[in-house]
């Protein structure tokens, strides 16, 4: 087993996968301009759609889902007419409007129907990559979150998992085989520093060429002890999500990848209304219980758009990187493919853009990450 993905043990005392380094390793797919990383998959993307006949055709490959998931759908819609199976396994949440204040009395009632009790994570409902995820402690932030989103939108309250484990587990199937496989599975870890008793928050995380994206990041908030000095060997979490934009790191967990696993994400997927591709986005314990296919909450789940994260291992050589997402792109077009010969019309690229402008516009009014 690699050392990154050994287990180790939290304060808690339970297992969970810490990795050795957080330092850059010998890839260069997560330090290279997005830019540049687009060139080759847009030359295959057109590729593919000279083949395929269609520019849009991976927006047919989840009919149930706005754009298949390929841009601007909302991550209630995933949940929305999940069978018990799928429901089971997802985290609870409950769905809040800015179209107009809500009292102290109505949040908590809210909160209470859903079962839901403070810490809880705030996301909107209509985001990618992290923005505007916020860990909320009590009523007044979470009043302030409100009261900073853009008006007659839709924000997601979720319960606050505190596993040090997470996991993207990407799933396809065929729909004319009807085989549901698990193509690729990263480990995600959280931008965190090692204190060594000498140096204050703010300076470890300059030091460090990972964390300190977070100084680079607009739209996340800084440590709000920055000042305090950890003690040594003391490992500090520096934000609540684990995007690479702030500093989290992405591992390669293919050697996870089971039957069992396999088995119990197929059944996930097949409880939801046409659901073929995406990434589901979980949280976990333990690695072995993971592999079982046990032991996992689903935070959310994305679809035709989502990215191949496991190509984002530092450890992974560039071309066998890219190599992943060309897979991803070619796997996702054979899907469309069969969609489409069932009858699903793929969205006009005009309707695409119009979801990517009004998410981007979004995206940049949305209270700060943290």
């Given at each position: 087993?690699?050392?990154e993905?050994?287990?180790?043990?939290?304060?808690?005392?339970?297992?969970?996968?810490?990795?050795?380094?957080?330092?850059?390793?010998?890839?260069?797919?997560?330090?290279?301009?997005?830019?540049?990383?687009?060139?080759?998959?847009?030359c295959?993307w057109?590729?593919?759609?000279?083949?395929?006949r269609?520019?849009?055709?991976?927006?047919?490959?989840n009919?149930?889902?706005?754009?298949?998931?390929?841009?601007?759908?909302?991550?209630?819609?995933?949940?929305?007419?999940?069978?018990?199976?799928?429901?089971?396994a997802t985290?609870?949440?409950?769905?809040?409007s800015?179209?107009?204040?809500?009292?102290?009395?109505e949040?908590?009632?809210?909160?209470a129907d859903?079962?839901?009790?403070?810490?809880?994570?705030?996301?909107?409902?209509?985001g990618?990559?992290?923005?505007?995820?916020?860990?909320?402690?009590?009523?007044?932030?979470?009043?302030?979150?409100l009261a900073?989103?853009?008006?007659?939108?839709?924000?997601?309250?979720?319960?606050?998992?505190?596993?040090?484990?997470?996991?993207?587990?990407?799933y396809?199937?065929?729909p004319?085989?009807?085989?549901?496989?698990?193509?690729g599975?990263?480990?995600?870890?959280?931008?965190r520093?090692?204190?060594?008793g000498?140096?204050?928050?703010?300076?470890?995380?300059?030091?460090?060429?990972?964390?300190?994206r977070?100084?680079?990041?607009?739209?996340?908030?800084?440590?709000?002890?920055?000042?305090?000095?950890?003690?040594?060997?003391?490992?500090?979490?520096?934000?609540t999500?684990?995007?690479?934009?702030v500093?989290g790191?992405?591992?390669?967990?293919?050697?996870?990848?089971?039957?069992?696993?396999?088995?119990?994400?197929?059944?996930?997927?097949?409880?939801?209304?046409?659901?073929?591709?995406?990434?589901?986005?979980?949280?976990f314990?333990?690695?072995?219980?993971?592999?079982?296919?046990?032991?996992?909450?689903?935070?959310?789940?994305?679809?035709?758009?989502?990215e191949?994260?496991?190509?984002?291992?530092?450890?992974?050589?560039?071309?066998?990187?890219?190599?992943?997402?060309?897979?991803?792109?070619?796997?996702?077009?054979?899907?469309?493919?069969s969609?489409?010969?069932?009858?699903?019309?793929?969205?006009?690229?005009?309707?695409?853009?119009?979801?990517n402008?009004?998410?981007?516009?979004?995206?940049?009014?949305?209270?700060?990450?943290?």
């Open positions: 087993m690699r050392p993905l050994e287990l180790g043990r939290s304060a808690s005392g339970t297992a969970a996968p810490l990795p050795s380094s957080t330092m850059p390793g010998r890839g260069t797919l997560e330090r290279m301009p997005k830019w540049l990383i687009c060139i080759p998959l847009v295959q057109l590729w593919l759609a000279l083949r395929y269609s520019a849009t055709l991976p927006a047919a490959a009919p149930a889902i706005t754009a298949g998931g390929l841009v601007g759908e909302g991550k209630l819609e995933y949940f929305r007419d999940m069978g018990p199976v799928a429901r089971a985290a609870r949440y409950c769905a809040l800015t179209h107009c204040r809500s009292s102290s009395a949040l908590r009632q809210m909160m859903a079962a839901l009790h403070f810490p809880v994570v705030a996301k909107p409902d209509l990618l990559c992290g923005y505007g995820v916020r860990r909320i402690d009590d009523l007044v932030v979470l009043q302030a979150y900073a989103f853009p008006a007659n939108e839709t924000v997601v309250l979720q319960e606050y998992l505190g596993q040090e484990g997470e996991a993207g587990i990407f396809a199937r065929d004319d085989a009807g085989a549901g496989r698990i193509i599975l990263a480990l995600r870890y959280f931008p520093v090692t204190g060594d000498r140096r204050t928050l703010a300076e470890l995380i300059v030091a460090d060429p990972r964390a300190s977070l100084l680079d990041s607009a739209r996340h908030s800084r440590p709000t002890d920055a000042e305090r000095i950890p003690a040594a060997g003391e490992q500090v979490r520096l934000a999500i684990g995007s690479t934009r500093g790191l992405y591992r390669d967990g293919r050697q996870w990848i089971t039957p069992a696993l396999t088995a119990a994400i197929d059944a996930i997927a097949r409880d939801m209304p046409q659901f073929h591709f995406g990434r589901f986005d979980v949280r314990d333990e690695l072995p219980a993971l592999a079982d296919g046990t032991g996992f909450t689903i935070m959310e789940i994305n679809g035709a758009g989502s191949a994260i496991q190509a984002w291992d530092p450890e992974t050589p560039l071309l066998r990187g890219v190599a992943m997402i060309f897979a991803k792109q070619r796997t996702l077009f054979a899907i469309g493919d969609m489409r010969r069932r009858g699903v019309k793929p969205l006009g690229l005009l309707a695409l853009a119009r979801l402008r009004r998410q981007n516009l979004l995206i940049d009014r949305y209270p700060p990450s943290n």
